[in-house]
């Protein structure tokens, strides 16, 4: 029995769309994580599972501890729920949770917050909470080359350099309201920039990363030791889905962030070390056919974020060979689908998808049903479905 086959007879009972979590193959790419890591814990980025039983899932087995959340809302709902270790990878300017935060002893006790200038402080400790709020200093993980005039990298932190990172740790050791928990550095060049691409724009992107790897290794561990003689740090946290190979070889590194790998999104079929099963489809019924080589879908139009074109849309997976019309794409309401699998399509029959990304994905579900061989044992809600949006 093929893929389509068993999804087909597993979700036979359910009219589309929905989406599916394929947990033989989540269990799969989360035992493949852990080899990649060889012993260094991976904590778990929330934003690319966005279903709280699943982050469970996760956390219950080898290999994985805590969660890398994305906002405070976010990672006070968490706690609340009696999830623990709770970074927020990102600085909040939100007063309201900041407040409950540090009036919390239980959340501030499990969640850290990330921090990356003076302001950041400022703004923190000019709420005056009861209990301390614990921090992590982000740092610029981009690199450069030719003098400065070549970045490759997010645009996060202002913090590059060793001198920079002490300062702002010292700073907040002065502060009775903040605690210096960790650090981090994210080097999206790196996690979230596949290097399996044929042709000279494969080349330049190995090229860059070889470099990037050298240059940020070299500068991350003169950082945290700059850092350790102002402050004891509990983690240094590093790396993506992408780089877990590749950043726990730096000594200085106690801990890596992945979380699409669980899903194993369309974006992620481009690295040379590592390969993951789809876990997460989308299903849309066929709704009309506008010509015997054409079909048109329900819905569809769900791009991911980051830079707009054809590689944030989602990808038409099963029945293999179906591409979008090049002059409408992934619609709002409508899909048409160009392709000889289109011929073997009627009414009513399902066409499964892959997001780009990996969470995202949630945001259009309130519902995962959960597919075991082909069965769906468990239906467990997305954020959505518990009524929960943070961005």
Known sequence: MDDRQRLDRATAHLEPPFAVLDMDALRSNAAGMVRRARGKPIRVASKSIRCRAVLERVLAMDGFSGIMAFTLPEA???ASTGLRDVLVAYPTADRTALRALGSDEAAAREITVTVDSPEHLDLIESLRTPHPIRVCLDIDAGFTAFGGRFRAGALRSPVREPGQAADIAADIVRRPGLRLAGLMA?????????DAVPGPYGGAVRWMQRRSRRQLAVRRGRIVRAVRQVADLEFVNGGGT???EKTIAERAITEVAAGSGFFHPRLFDFYRGFTGRPAALFALP??????????TVLGGGYPASGAAGPTRLPQPYLPRGLRYH?????????TPLLGEAAAGLRLGDRVWFRHAKAGELCE???????VEGDRVTEEV????GEGMTFL
């Open 364 to 370: 259009r579900f309130p519902v995962l049903h959960l």
């Open 326 to 334: 090049p002059d409408e794409g992934a619609g709002e309401v409508q």
């Open 286 to 295: 066929v709704v009309r056919r506008p010509s015997p080589e054409v079909v």
């Open 76 to 78: 006070l709902w968490l």
């Open 186 to 194: 994210y080097e999206a060049q790196i996690a979230g920039v596949g």
């Open 242 to 244: 992408g780089s877990i």
């Open 381 to 384: 809600p997305t954020y959505r």
